[in-house]
């Protein structure tokens, strides 16, 4: 346990917890990255989604049952501590704590480029750190509040890509691109290489991290039991709303030809079918998912490192397991998330984008890896079909599907990815004395759940 016996205040209901997933998730990311994903795919930027939802549906179902078991705020990290051991659990949660920290990074970037386009002449670091205390101060007060903003700024997203969607038709209506709806080549026509489409898939497979993280605020779900629901909530409607944007885009646009800046099209999309006045909007919106995903994934990140800190020994892991006794937040993981996020004032987007995904996949394989070992090896559990289908046959699925993302990852993020997963095996050797010692993993006593009879603390 801690050394601070205050715990995380439990106020996120259902809805709430999926609209903290949603705006992690950043819908309007589809627009973003449209140019890019559809270059790479060759115009087919919703079948690129498509493979990448279907790859992280066999993964949230093994995300869903493991939460199930293990109601604790540490993801990936508490589940292959708890089924394998724990110092490999402290590897895969440093792994995935690099596209976790890299998330609020990446928001205060996009902040500091809308500011910038907007008032040139006013120093870039300003933006950088007036951002980065508002969303910090907001994390440090209280969880029930983010929630409450981040549902408000996500709803007005999609409203607005609601109305690109109604302006989209309406173009397509009076002869702009496919010139119907109904046309097939969103999804599929001649020259469309797959190996490209999942090239494409990668891509846009971080926009779908974020229904993971919904498994960061266990500790503070109102009931436990709403979280593996909300995992499978989020995905499906992040990946509803990335796919209907997706192929109203493409419909519209099926070539990059007209488009000044492919690298970010939402601009021009948006000025496409709606004129300057819905550019402003739309830009508005884009803005506000921002927001809401700086709030998501400032909070989600800075829980999975008060639960590494509450599972170490010394006074760094006393600093981080810190709980503020009024406010009931992880006071000093919000605060260092938050000084990590300035460090958007010299990066570059494209360094740090090119270093995004490897902990996210790491994470997703593991997870599912710790299905099997839990319900096969130590539950016994393989004896009928339907325990053959959902604990050897699911799991193994999303590792296969994992592998083929992993297969097609850009080579900066590996590079990179092997030089943080280094730093984080040295801090274990160090912390195991040579690996001979196994790390402390502790979780609330509260949340101990029955394991056929035998008692498994989570």
């Known amino acids: 346990m801690s050394q601070n016996s205050t715990a995380l205040k439990r106020s996120l209901g259902l809805w709430a917890i999926v609209g ?19 270059g790479e795919t060759n115009g087919v930027v919703p079948l690129a989604y498509l493979v990448a939802l279907v790859a992280m549906v066999f ?51 996009l902040i500091r480029i809308y500011m910038q386009s907007f008032f040139p002449d006013v120093p870039a670091w300003i933006w950088v750190v007036a951002y980065v205390v508002l969303i910090t101060v907001m994390n440090l007060w209280s969880m029930n509040s983010t929630s409450k903003v981040n549902g408000i700024l996500v709803v007005f997203e999609v409203v607005l890509i609601g109305v690109f969607v109604v302006l989209a038709w309406n173009a397509l209506t009076h002869g702009a691109g496919d010139a119907s709806l109904f046309s097939s080549t969103p999804l599929f026509h ?34 436990t039991n709403t979280v593996p629901k909300a995992i499978v909530l989020a995905l499906l409607i992040g ?38 006045f819905f550019k402003i909007l739309f830009t508005s919106a884009a803005f506000a998912a921002t927001v809401a995903s700086s709030l998501s994934s400032h909070a989600s990140v800075s829980r999975m490192i008060y639960v590494m800190g509450r599972n170490g020994r010394g006074p760094i892991s006393r600093f981080f397991s810190f709980v503020h006794p009024k406010y009931r937040t992880p006071t000093y993981a919000v605060l260092f998330v938050g000084a990590v996020s ?61 592998g083929v993302l992993w297969a097609n990852l850009q080579s900066d993020a590996l590079t990179y990815g092997a030089i ?14 040579g690996f001979r010692q196994k790390i402390n993993v502790s979780m609330r006593e509260e949340d101990a759940v029955e394991l056929d009879g035998e008692s498994v603390t989570a």
């Not at 903290?20 to 559809?38: A, E, H």
């Not at 179902?61 to 292959?80: D, E, K, L, N």
């Open 342 to 402: 300035l460090l958007a004032i010299p990066f570059t987007l494209e360094f740090i984008s090119s270093m995004i995904n490897f902990g996210a996949l790491i994470a997703f394989t593991f997870v599912n890896l710790t299905v099997i070992i839990l319900f096969v090896f130590r539950r016994k559990q393989y004896r009928t079909g339907r325990d053959v289908f959902r604990n050897i046959v699911l799991p193994l699925i999303g590792m296969g599907l994992t």
């Open 20 to 38: 903290l997933g949603l705006g992690y998730m950043t819908p309007t990311t589809v627009f973003d990255t449209f140019g890019i994903v559809s």
């Open 59 to 109: 993964t949230a179902v093994s995300y869903g049952r493991m939460t199930r078991i293990y109601p604790s705020a540490g993801s990936a990290y508490t589940y292959t501590s708890e089924t394998i051991h724990p110092n490999l659990g402290f590897l895969v949660g440093w792994a995935s704590l690099l596209d976790y920290l890299l998330l609020p990074l990446v928001n205060a970037l």
């Open 420 to 433: 943080w997963l280094s730093i984080g095996i040295v801090c274990l050797l160090v912390m195991t004395r």
């Open 190 to 223: 001649s020259g469309v290489d797959m190996s490209a489409v999942i090239s494409g898939a990668t891509v846009v497979c971080f926009s779908f991290i974020g229904f993971d993280a919904i498994t960061m605020y266990t500790e503070e779900a109102k009931d």
């Open 239 to 276: 990946g509803a709303i990335f796919f209907v944007a997706a192929w109203f885009g493409q419909s519209v646009f099926p070539t990059l030809d007209g488009f000044q800046n492919t690298d970010d099209t939402l601009p021009e999309m948006a000025l496409k079918v709606g004129g300057e």
